[in-house]
């Protein structure tokens, strides 16, 4: 997915309206913290609105949420709805509450090259059928995760295949941009599937008995370990400090995040909901928020069902050039990867469309270029 097209189909979403001052919460007498003392902790350095796509920190890109309402789909997997009025090839418009972004007969981004950087692609709702120029296929969603390393240069193809005909098919997804250091850009090309099972989740109550659900994506929570990240990411290390987190609180919910190691920088966003005290911040929804390093930070959840994604890392500190799909450390290095581009393809494209789909069994699988075999358990 190109984060250049996003960045120019849509503009900021409009302001939410501000909100009350946060009220203090009396502390737990079975509280480890002191909950007082954490709500009244100015924590947030920066609240943003939230634009599209997300403005992200180093180690990260950029972060763009798709929330698309798709309609019944038809005998070819795309939309069984006029696609009158959309400009196909690059709907962004949110006509109807969905987009065909680049798909022109299903939605999605047909074939696309990427160098130096990694996608991390979370669907929440709907189905994502993959293909590159490795050979390699997948049909993922409903809670799983692909972790692709493009390193030294994929093409591949993000396809939304509507597989319900008598009844909508929403999609809903975040796609994560995580840098590469220099010693890793041309590190060979590299997906891993985490399959919707063998994402931890944690479900903390509050002293109320209110609940906050954590999904952990990277990082670790407690004892809660993930699927390992590609060999070769930047949070493959463990210094790295990588985190992503999606949080689900109930009304009223509180909870504590605990404090990421020093040098790392840490961004909530609350994408959904009605309002949220950051410490002693009052945060209106659809906000971006930076946090203070080291130091936890007390979220008590408004009066609607909260959810917020977390993305956290020790920045890589390198120099960024990006150019469209390629990101690297010098724009000499963009123009080689556009050269090199030119040249292999990155492997040429074996698929027989631009914009594969993988039939109508509603099966996930992956294949990988070794041939290896998956399917969700």
């Not at 390393?149 to 009844?167: N, Q, Y």
């Not at 994506?217 to 990240?229: E, H, I, Q, T």
């Not at 209106?284 to 977390?310: H, K, M, T």
Request: overall charge neutral.
């Amino acid at each position: 997915m190109w984060a250049m097209d996003r960045r120019t189909a849509l503009g900021a979403l409009a302001a939410a309206p501000v909100v009350a001052a946060c009220a203090r919460p009396e502390p737990s007498p079975t509280a480890s913290t002191d909950d007082a003392a954490l709500a009244a902790r100015d924590v947030a350095l920066d609240v943003a609105p939230l634009g599209f796509p997300w403005e992200t920190r180093d180690p990260f890109l950029f972060c763009v949420h798709h929330d698309d309402a798709y309609p019944a789909g038809n005998e070819r997997l795309g939309p069984a709805a006029s696609l009158a009025g959309r400009a196909i090839g690059r709907d962004f418009a949110g006509k109807d509450g969905w987009r065909m972004y680049h798909g022109d007969v299903v939605p999605g981004f047909p074939q696309h090259p990427h160098r130096g950087f990694e996608t991390v692609t979370v669907v929440r709702r709907g189905l994502i059928d993959h293909a590159d120029s490795l050979g390699a296929a997948a049909r993922y969603g409903r809670g799983d995760v692909q972790w692709l390393t493009a390193g030294s240069g994929v093409v591949h193809a993000e396809m939304f295949p509507l597989l319900a005909s008598d009844a909508p098919n929403p999609l809903e997804l975040f796609q994560i941009w995580l840098n590469l250091p220099a010693a890793d850009k041309l590190a060979d090309p590299h997906f891993v599937m985490m399959w919707e099972g063998t994402i931890p989740r944690h479900v903390a109550r509050d002293a109320a008995g209110r609940a906050t659900e954590i999904t952990v994506v990277a990082g670790a929570l407690g004892d809660l370990r993930p699927p390992a990240p590609p060999p070769r990411s930047w949070a493959a290390r463990a210094s790295s400090d990588v985190a992503i987190w999606t949080l689900k609180m109930a009304p009223g919910a509180r909870f504590t995040l605990p404090a990421a190691a020093p040098g790392t920088d840490r961004t909530l966003y609350f994408f959904r909901g009605s309002q949220l005290c950051v410490g002693a911040r009052a945060v209106p929804a659809a906000r971006r928020i930076a946090l203070r390093q080291a130091s936890p930070a007390l979220l008590e959840n408004g009066p609607d069902e909260a959810e917020i994604l977390l993305l956290q890392g020790r920045p890589i500190g390198e120099p960024v050039a990006q150019h469209g799909p390629f990101v690297m450390n010098s724009m000499a290095e963009v123009q080689q990867a556009y050269a090199d581009y030119r040249r292999t393809r990155f492997g040429g494209w074996p698929w027989p469309s631009d914009g594969p789909v993988h039939g109508r069994e509603n099966l996930r699988f992956a294949r990988h270029p070794d041939g290896r075999h998956e399917k969700a358990g």
